[in-house]
């Protein structure tokens, strides 16, 4: 099969995926295979790639925003069966047992593996996963369309968990991606009030159009305060940014991976019980619970599609802030 894989970290200035030919995976007993439809491109993609976080494995084929048809079934697979649509995210799997596994904080497993990380994601024409951590997609979802949800979507809908906004309340988005235009369609549905900061013009219009009350940069002040806000640039100088704009009580949540470094802080910024939380991975429920509102609300993701073999382009682009919304390469 078809694959863009790492085989050394470095600058997507020097397009470090290489298209190569692998054996087709198996799926292992209780695993099921995709073939491979649309496999959307995140910002943690990037920071594996330019070797941001650790290397568990090299090679390795990136990408956990997977969608596709299900192929071949292994061993004991009950819930799935050739032909139906699923989607792989970024968790991979979990132990099961440790603490965090059995209080609903498996994103936090001490032997979490997450795909096109610790296993072979999908930038390639197939992907093996264990059934009990594939998702049905909700119907009216094109491929391409429905891969932005997995992560972006995902993670952007745990980020405005932590950040305890509530029906009705003052949100501040900082970024403007793929993750924020999906979870401000979200908070839009809750009935609350978006002020999206983020430099972009093109960025700002297209937030408007998906329901911002408010739209300027970082360093603008909104008219009032917030009650909570959700950073998804990786950038540590927006945390002061964003306590700023908060009311008492407000909570600013961290959606990123990984971030630059968060200048000193005055502790009056912080205090009167404002708290600043960090997002790590997400739970199959918050995932279940994000592909439930995508098909109610309905939300509209905004793709911008790319062949498999465009992979160090596309990436590169997002790097750059290039792309309108969330990057996605089709695999035919
Ligand atoms: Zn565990
Ligand atoms: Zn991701």
Known sequence: MNAMRLSRAGPMEQRPLDLVDLPVPIPGPGEVRLRVEACGICRTDLHIIEGDLSLPTLPLVPGHQIVGLVDQVGEGVTRFAKGDRLGIPWLYSTCGQCAFCVRDQENLCDAARFTGYHVDGGYAEFAVIPEAFAHPLPAGFSPA??????????????????????????????????????????????????????????????????????????????PGRLDSAVIFAPVGRLVP???????????????????SPIPELDYALLHDERAIVSVANSTRQDALDLLRLARDIPIRTEVEIFPLEEANRALHLLKQSRLRAAGVLTIS
């Open 145 to 222: 369309h429905a891969a932005p949800l997995l992560c972006a979507g995902v993670i952007g809908f745990r980020a405005l968990r932590l950040s305890t906004i509530r029906p009705g309340g003052r949100l501040g988005l900082y970024g403007f991606g793929g993750s924020a235009h999906i979870a401000i369609q979200v908070a839009v549905h809750w009935g609350c009030e978006v002020y999206v900061f983020t430099r972009s013009e093109a960025h700002r219009a297209l937030a408007r159009q998906l329901g911002a009350h408010w739209t300027g940069r970082a360093e603008d002040d909104p």
């Open 241 to 259: 940014e964003a306590l700023r704009t908060l009311a008492k009580g407000g909570t600013v949540a961290l959606a990123g991976i990984a971030m």
